[in-house]
C-alpha cells in the first residue's frame, strides 16, 4: 500500500518535539462511518539487544476476523529513548511493515496512544498522518491524564482528561477484566474509535487484530 512521505526521521529530540506541534494540528478528528470491512492491527517490539525495532501488520476481515495477510520488517535503532518521542524510535519500521501489504485496510488499530499524548500526538496519530487512514490508538496503560474507573461491564467507558480536556476514552472490553485506553488517531472521532476497538475486541481484552501484531512481533523477537 502507498505511503506518505510526510518528513525524514533524521532529527533531534528537540526537532521531533517541535515537528509533533506541528503536525498535531494536522490530525483529523472527523466522522468515520464508512462500513469496516477489512481492519489492521499494528504493533512493534525490540531485539533483545535493544538495537533492533520489529513491526508486524497483520489485516483481518472484519466479520469472522479471518486473517488476510501479515507482513513485518525489522530496522535498526535509531532514535534515542525519551518519553513521549516513542514514535521517532518505533514508526519507521511500521510504516515499513504496512508498506508490504498488498490490501489496504479500512482502518488501523495501533497498539499505542493517539491523541492520548502530552503533544496530542502519539504514535497512532504520527502514522495515521502517513497513512492517510482512519487510525486508532489502543494502549494497555495510561501515558498521560486522569480517569474514574469505568463499570466492570463491557462497553462501559469513562472519560480520560488532561488539564480539563478530553483526550481519549478509558474502555472496559471484558467484564471486570483490566480496561484499556483508547484515542483518536487520525480521521475519526473517539466515538467511531471506541466503537472499533469494541467490535475488534471478540474473545480477549485487547482488539483481535492488534493483539495478533502483538503475538507475532514478540515470537519474531525470540528468534
Not at 3 to 16: G, S
Not at 53 to 67: T, Y
Not at 137 to 153: D, Q
Request: aromatic share 6%.
Amino acid at each position: 500500500m502507498k505511503i506518505k512521505n510526510l518528513h525524514n526521521w533524521n532529527l533531534t529530540p528537540k526537532e521531533a518535539i517541535a515537528l509533533q506541534k506541528q503536525l498535531a494540528g494536522e490530525v483529523c478528528c472527523c466522522k468515520f462511518t464508512k462500513k469496516i470491512n477489512t481492519v489492521a492491527g499494528l504493533d512493534c517490539a525490540f531485539s533483545k539487544d535493544k538495537k533492533n525495532v520489529i513491526a508486524c501488520s497483520v489485516v483481518l476481515s472484519a466479520e469472522k476476523f479471518d486473517i488476510l495477510e501479515t507482513a513485518y520488517e525489522t530496522m535498526p535503532v535509531t532514535f534515542p529513548y525519551i518519553p513521549g518521542l516513542l514514535s521517532f524510535r518505533e514508526a519507521p519500521a511500521c510504516l515499513a511493515a504496512m508498506a508490504k501489504l498488498k490490501t489496504t485496510p479500512d482502518c488501523v488499530i495501533v497498539d499505542g496512544q493517539g491523541t492520548a499524548h502530552p503533544r496530542r500526538f502519539g504514535i497512532a496519530c504520527h502514522l495515521g498522518l502517513f497513512l492517510d487512514m482512519p487510525t486508532i490508538g489502543c494502549a494497555k496503560s495510561r501515558l498521560i491524564g486522569e480517569f474514574s474507573t469505568p463499570a466492570g461491564r463491557k462497553s462501559s467507558t469513562s472519560p480520560l482528561t488532561y488539564k480539563g480536556e478530553i483526550i481519549g476514552s478509558v474502555v472496559r472490553t471484558r467484564d471486570n477484566v483490566k480496561p484499556v485506553f483508547v484515542s483518536v488517531g487520525h480521521k475519526c472521532r473517539l466515538q467511531d474509535a471506541i466503537r472499533v476497538v469494541l467490535q475488534c475486541c471478540i474473545k480477549y481484552r485487547l482488539p483481535q487484530p492488534s493483539r495478533l501484531a502483538h503475538q507475532i512481533v514478540t515470537n519474531l523477537k525470540t528468534r
